[in-house]
């Protein structure tokens, strides 16, 4: 493990994702990356739960990880792997909030029940982030700006505290290759423009697709009982 990002969601961590991989770092773990491992959603689970992790397993392959949820666990994973730098994205408060409520915190509100019932790791991701997120980080109060702010202004002066000045680089996004890479005493990429990825507008365009498809399934369903009937 050579980066762990202590940043929440929405402060560019999937810019950063590709960025480190970008400058040779290796593959980078990311929310992204526990959606498609269904044995990696139970490991975060017991995690939330305060029982013992298998760190190494679930960042095998992985030389840096980002997001939540690995971002909620900087402190646990900078003892296990000290070698490592810690990255705390951050952006502007405001911009944060608003960003975060209206992509993210929604997100699981598009997938209805029954399609979480009869996908058990979509309604089991649903239920980790739940508990270690919005139950848990946030105490079920994200919809209080002004508690989530706290929560999240909170956090940033936790990792200064907690983390050595020398291995931790406090980061926007918006700064681009200068600090990253004198941090990570590497040189900038020639013809390479910083990455800027997963907007806001992009990721809300996404859901609004994504509501639909529970639709469209039944529409298909319905459609083809009907020709089924009518050919039987």
């Known amino acids: 493990m050579k980066v762990i990002g202590a940043g929440f969601g929405r402060t560019g961590t999937l ?110 991701f649903i239920e980790m982030t739940n508990m270690l997120i919005w139950n848990g980080l946030f105490k079920g109060k994200f919809s209080d700006r002004e508690f989530a702010v706290q929560v999240y202004n909170d956090h940033i002066q936790n990792v200064r505290r907690t983390v050595p000045k020398e291995d931790l680089l406090i980061f926007d996004v918006k700064d681009g290759w200068g600090p990253l890479c004198d941090f990570l005493k590497v040189g900038i990429p020639e013809n390479r423009p910083f990455p800027h990825l997963n907007s806001g507008n992009r990721m809300i365009m996404a859901m609004n697709v994504a509501r639909l498809i529970p639709c469209a399934a039944v529409t298909f369903a319905v459609i083809l009982a009907g020709i089924l009937f009518l050919l039987r």
């Not at 992985?62 to 951050?90: C, M, R, W």
């Open 15 to 124: 810019s950063l994702k590709v960025a480190l991989e970008l400058l040779g770092f290796g593959k980078c773990y990311h929310m992204r990356s526990v959606i498609m491992r269904p044995k990696h959603i139970w490991a975060w689970h017991n995690a939330g739960r305060g029982k013992p992790v298998d760190w190494d397993f679930i960042f095998k392959n992985f030389n840096s990880t980002l997001d939540f949820p690995s971002s909620l666990f900087y402190d646990e994973l900078k003892k296990k792997y000290p070698g490592a730098k810690v990255i705390l994205t951050v952006r502007d408060t405001d911009s944060w909030y608003q960003s975060t409520d209206r992509t993210i915190f929604r997100a699981s509100s598009i997938i209805p029940g029954w399609m979480q019932r009869i996908i058990p790791p979509m309604g089991k």
